[in-house]
């Protein structure tokens, strides 16, 4: 693994590692961990976090995408919900489209940005 | 085209027919550029002012056209450009190819050439490409676009008289056939390379219009204002990645000492000779000593601007959301909470006050923050070893040996010491780093809490450590900062506290047919590969004695065939055993020779019994589930992957090889009995061609490493 540490927000100086100071020192207990990322235009994201920053760009490994797009019928006026599925080996998230993180139950110790 | 385009006789007086030179009627452009290219112009060339052009080709690129006057910044260069594409247009007039004459050529009668000149011009192309040559200084260059000027230029244009003979058809042809002869490998080499040499020659040309568009200091500004862009004071934080990439691939680099000269030689490129190489260095010395001086500001207010510009650079990004109210020192009594939640949670102190601190997940969380303290640790730790600067005797060598080097250590301590300590005498900073650095190594000790090895919480601390996968990921890089001791301390406290491991926790075996989860075999892997080498490591270098404690320490503290089942605890078990075979064969083989003593053989032999009778009854539960199955259909029809089938048990083979050679015949004989139906119908299976091929083999051979250690062999079961 290249480790994702140094990567990791400048800002927070040695002294914060003993304890949750910052939002984003959650963020940090997630390294190497399963994530849940929601994103603008209807986009999650799961996958293996490796490295973040401060602006909560990120680097995901193993990455199941899902894209849900709805559409309006155009003759009955309906709603079309389609979802479509990708999975990428390796992804970098830009941080201004994270709405909300998370931490999936099944990984233990659920947190929630 | 020759007689009427240029408007002159060209037969010599002297022949006798005063046949026209024809050169044919094909108007081969191409080969005229040629010739025209290679008229030797000195003046013009003399003219170019080259001083300062080694970064043209740094600023101006490959395609010179399109570099428009944006960079004429400096206003004196006006009148120097104005000439300079003046005087430019004659090279490129040669493009044209067309012909100027100037008159009369009557001085060309005077000198005979030599008829080798002409000889050696092979077709007729390239006698016409020449033609230049052979034509009489009265004629002029050509100057397409310029005849109103022609008549001045030409007078300082034109090449020195060349003494030339003009030659009779006769000669022509005699020269034609004989240039014919020379073969054609010759021509085409010959051609390939007067065209490069022309390309160049255009290409020099072409740029020879913006010489002296900007001057040095011109030219200064602008590659400063580029380089600023990459210069940075801390590599390892701005461009940490790059950084590693070059440490790795070239390894025993010192980074970040010729960075500046790395960068000099990126932007000066292959063509920059040494002079200009070594100026261009100094400049970025310059430059980065500027840029400590004074910091970048994260505004400029420009003179007669209304508003102030910010910058965003790579040092200086967009402002990022700043939390406030920040605890700054953590003996402050802000911090008080914090340090009392830790201490609570590390098992200093059993009784929890912060209702935050209880349950799962704060555990979880805390384990957490220990492998980032801990990796943390690391990174500066490594960050230290690279940056520091290295000298003999160094402070940390002996230290930073990795643990299979353990032996080494003691010999190269006693030598390191006489230079250590005059060094660390001569520079107080590396005293001052030689302290940092066993305070880092001692919070990273700390951070991983080994010791007591027997601890009162539960699981063990180091055992939360492990629980999370970056955390076994890290104890390699971890095992280069422990002391020998330290190590020993490891693996103790792994062995004694091994049965609360997360890789024991398979819901496989005991015939319950489970099968091992994703995430615990891939934490499997993770120890497999991560933690338990460095254990293999202390074991491997470990006395009888040792061996014999950490034995007694995992049958006293666990419950051997629940670790057993795993292969992680096989793995471990195997390790142990097979070292304590290897001393006693040792002791054995090389009788008084060895340190180990006859107590401790009979020790060792005790510890194995009892191990053997824990383990009895369970052998043949140490398979995987999948091997027991291996019968069903199911493995074979795999297809595309039956070639590439993962050899699930091999590590249950090794370790029961490994008990096989240390168990005596009637232990042997029950390991058997034990056994014995997973070995003929392992057997059974490769015979019967139910493996495909290399599944059959790989059967066989597991089959073997325990019959071979008992004395026996695959083949003689199979004729049977």
Redesign the interface.
Known sequence: ???S???DV??AP??????????LDLV??????NVYVKLRGDRELRGKLHAFD??LNMVLGDVEENITNVELHPETKEEVVTTATRRVDMLFVRGDGVILWYKPIGS???TVV | MADSFFGFNTTLPRDASPAPISFGDSDDIDARLEGQERTPNPDLVNKLDEANDDLNDETFGCAAEDVSKDFDFAGNTNSHAKELLGAAERPQSTLSGIYHSRGNGQNAYDAPAPLANFASSDTTARLRGRSPLTLPPGFDQPTMGLRATSDNINASGAPAAIPKKMLSMEEVERALIESAKSSNADRERQRVREQRRVERERRMANMARYNNLMTRADKNFVQRVQISQLLTDDP??DD??CQMYTVVRNPGLSMGHNALGEMAEHYGGRHMNRGGMHRLQQQIQRMVSDAKRKPKGPAKMVEGALGAISFHSVRNPKQ????AG?????SGPG?G???G??ESQTGQSTSMSDSSTQG???D??QT??RV??A??CI?KLEEQLRTKKPFPGDVNSQNLAPAGQNNAAPERDDSATGPEQASTGNFPESTALASETESLRQELWDTLEVVPPVSDTLPHPLIRFLS???GK?LIPRTFHYLSPNQAMDFVTALVANFESMDVCRGSFGFGLGGTLSTTQSEETMVFLNAVLPPVVAVVGDAPLSTVNALLTTLLLRNNVPWIARSKAGLALLTVLISRGEMLKQQSLTFAGATVTSQEQLVEFTALFNQLFNVLQSHFSNLFPPTSGNGASPVPDSFGPHQHTVPNHDLYVWQFLATVAVGASPDQQHILVSEVREKVMEQVALASNHHFAGPKSEMAIANVNLLLHALGLDASQLLSH
Request: hydrophobic letters at 40%.
């Open positions: 693994m290249a480790d540490t140094p990567v400048p800002a040695a002294t914060a590692t003993h304890s949750v100071e910052q939002p940090r207990l997630s390294l190497d961990e401060q602006h233990s110790g659920a | 390892y934080a940490f990645y990022a959301i700043s939390v920040k605890p700054v020192s953590t911090a909470v914090a340090r939640r830790r799962p997940s704060a979880r969380r957490l923050m980032e303290q990796f943390r990174l999370v996968s970056k990921k």
